[in-house]
Structure formats: structure tokens, C-alpha cells
């Protein structure tokens, strides 16, 4: 299985500021066939099931703020929050969707500093 | 716009079958694939099993031999199957769709339903 690893796993960032997600997966997730990268960051408010920010590591999914940047390639990759406003405050997740079964990280929770 | 919604029994006996059924609201379920995630209490997402609108599927290997998923796409369903439940089987079940992208491979989970809570308990 590829096991995709996040960190950190928590952080507080005041608003206004810049949080950034790392996320690092156990193989490579780039299809040379296509030069895309086959792993979609998720945000999870409470109570909420989970909403799709991106796909293919930066295409970023229809009604995303443009704070939000998705980033990376191959086995690295980031998602980066600018101006954070306080409905960001959530879990976000990676996921790889290169390979069955497919793979989530293990979350990484964003609070307000 | 397209809604999905879990149902089924909200509690479930060990040794039992949990079952669940997803209904697809708003549009077709052809030219998708159809998908079931689990997050048991305060943990994160476990991919559970993919289902095509043709009716072909994938399951996560550590839950293969418990699993079955299936399509009705005559009446906007699909369903899910996991045999012999424990309490790790305690989780929120979502149902999600899946798109392809323009070269016909998976892409992300773009909808999804709001979960159900299964607790697996005597």
C-alpha cells in the first residue's frame, strides 16, 4: 500500500497568516503518461464529511478560494492557505487515488493562533 | 445539483452484516465510478471499495474477504456489503462519487454524502 504521511499534525496560525501542509507519499504518485499527479487534498469541517479542494495535486476544484495553492510533485507535495480566515479552521487530508487501495493521510488540524 | 444519501441500520450485532444503500439525487450515475469511506470515531478516512456504473469493483484488500459492493443504476443506488462486523467496523460511512479524467482513469471524490454513523455493539 502507499502509506501517504502528513505533517504536521496539528498547527495554529493566526489570521491573516499563511498555514502550510505537507504531505509525502511512500511512492511516487506521478503517471508519466500524462505528467499528472494522482493525489487530491480534502478539507473536513466538523460534522461535515469531507470536501474536495484539489485534484491532481493543483487543479484546484470549482468554488476553492484562490487561497488556497496546491503544490508538488512525484512524492511531495503542499497545501498552502494564504490570509487565513476563520472558516478555514478544519482537518485537511491527502489522498492518493494512483493505486488500490487507495490512501489517505492521517489528517492534519488547523486551529486559529 | 447531485446529492447522495447513506441509509441503513445504525446499529449492528457483531458477527452480523452491516448494510448500507446510497441514493443518488439530481443526476445520472453513468460516467462516474461510485465509492464508500469509512472514519471511525476521532480517526481519519479508510478507502472502502469503488463500484463502477458497469458494475465493476474495487475493494480494499483488508476488507476483501468481508466486502461486496454493488450498483442498481436503474433505481440511482449503490450498495455495500461487509460481512461479520466488529467493533472496529464502528465508524461514519460516507458514500462519494468519483470522476475520470479525460484519459479514463480514476480521478478524486468530488461529492459526497453526509455520512451515516454505524455502531457495531451488542
Known amino acids: 500500500d502507499i502509506v501517504m504521511t502528513q505533517s504536521p499534525d496539528s498547527l495554529a496560525v493566526s489570521l491573516g497568516e499563511r498555514a502550510t501542509i505537507t504531505c509525502r507519499s511512500s511512492q511516487s504518485l506521478l503517471y508519466n503518461s500524462n505528467t499528472k499527479n494522482y493525489l487530491a487534498w480534502y478539507q473536513q469541517k466538523p460534522r461535515q464529511p469531507p470536501k474536495l479542494l484539489f485534484y491532481?495535486?493543483?487543479t484546484r476544484e470549482s468554488g476553492v478560494p484562490d487561497r488556497f495553492t496546491g503544490s508538488g510533485s512525484e512524492t511531495d507535495f503542499t497545501l498552502t492557505i494564504s490570509n487565513l480566515q476563520a472558516e478555514d479552521v478544519a482537518m485537511y487530508y491527502c489522498?492518493?487515488?494512483?493505486?488500490?487501495?487507495?490512501?489517505f493521510g492521517q489528517g492534519t488540524k488547523l486551529e486559529i493562533k | 445539483q447531485v446529492q447522495l444519501q447513506e441509509s441503513g441500520p445504525g446499529l449492528v450485532k457483531p458477527s452480523d452484516t452491516l448494510s448500507l444503500a446510497c441514493t443518488v439525487s439530481?443526476?445520472?450515475?453513468?460516467?462516474?465510478?461510485w465509492v464508500w469511506i469509512r472514519q471511525p470515531p476521532r480517526e481519519g478516512l479508510e478507502w472502502i471499495a469503488n463500484v463502477h456504473y458497469s458494475g465493476d469493483t474495487d475493494y480494499n484488500p483488508s476488507l476483501k474477504s468481508r466486502l461486496s459492493v454493488s450498483v442498481d443504476t436503474s433505481k440511482n443506488q449503490f450498495f455495500l456489503n461487509l460481512s461479520s462486523v466488529t467493533a472496529a467496523d464502528t465508524a461514519v460511512y460516507y458514500c462519494?462519487?468519483?470522476?475520470?479524467?479525460?484519459?479514463?482513469?480514476?480521478?478524486?471524490?468530488?461529492?459526497w454524502g453526509h455520512g451515516t454513523m454505524v455502531i457495531a455493539s451488542s
Open positions: 439530481g443526476g445520472s450515475m453513468s460516467g462516474y465510478y
Open positions: 462519494a462519487r468519483g470522476f475520470f479524467d479525460s484519459t479514463g482513469f480514476h480521478n478524486a471524490f468530488e461529492i
Open positions: 491532481w495535486a493543483s
Open positions: 489522498q492518493q487515488y494512483s493505486k488500490i487501495p487507495y490512501t
